[in-house]
């Protein structure tokens, strides 16, 4: 009678805790299907939502949703061992993100370039650039301005936080004998038109408080191109300025550059952090 009861009291405590387990088990369902944890393969694995504790050494690394060729401008090497990370704008919310990548790769051959390729990018077709982790990188950065073109004899003028910066291009129009064009024609053309001219001697400058003003980039031509802040904001949360250009010196190519601030720098708080000219032309 004792080995009976003893029995019993065996099989309601299994009772108990396989009910624990298959709660739990429910609860960590429910948690994936909310947001608060991403599937990755048979596992559950927490969402990170913050990137803003990362702390590295070394330089920034860039790939873009481009081709590469194999013979002319080879492949980029390790690049299914790395960690990359994404910009790109949400299509449902219009905001600009920073995710870790799923990188998509095939490989094909280009008939107009008679190479075999290697074509990189994502799920997200919005994606401009992936790269590897940087200091104190947020998930969503705070964005100022996007999709800004930025001419010769331009002035773009931004607000961060009270703070009044501004980026400021110089150049010459070039028309197609050969001769710079004055402002005056300038000022008579759409921008679209503008954009088909030739550039020569492109430099971008940017202005911060505290008098400080200085080049951060100059192109010797562009070519039938509009150069272009594709945003800029606070990446990094120190609240100052970041950047992302396309300064493409040619209609087949594509130049993106990454710019992040330096807090602990005065008199240059704006530096390049990466930047990669892909040409694809035939």
Known sequence: ?????????SLI???FLLMMACQNGAKQNLEALDGSAEITGDTLQPASQDFTETKISGPLEMLL?????KESTGYPKNVESKDWYEFYKDEKTGDWKIGKAKLQIAYGFDECAGEDIMIIKS???????FFTTFNNMSQNPVTILEDKPIFPQQNLPFNLNGNEYQLS???SFIDDEGHILPISALKEMSEEEQGYLRIDDYTLSFKAPGNVSYS????????????QVIWAGDMNGDGLPDLVLNLSDFYEAIHIFLFLSDKDDLEKPLKKAAD????NDC
């Open 1 to 9: 009678m004792k080995t009976t009861n003893l029995t019993k009291r």
């Open 13 to 15: 405590l299994a009772i």
């Open 65 to 69: 949703p481009v081709q590469y060729r």
């Open 123 to 129: 799920e997200h077709e919005t994606a401009v650039m």
């Open 169 to 171: 291009a110089l150049g």
């Open 216 to 227: 951060i980039v100059s192109i010797p031509q562009i070519i039938s191109v509009t150069p």
């Open 276 to 279: 990669l000219n892909i040409v």
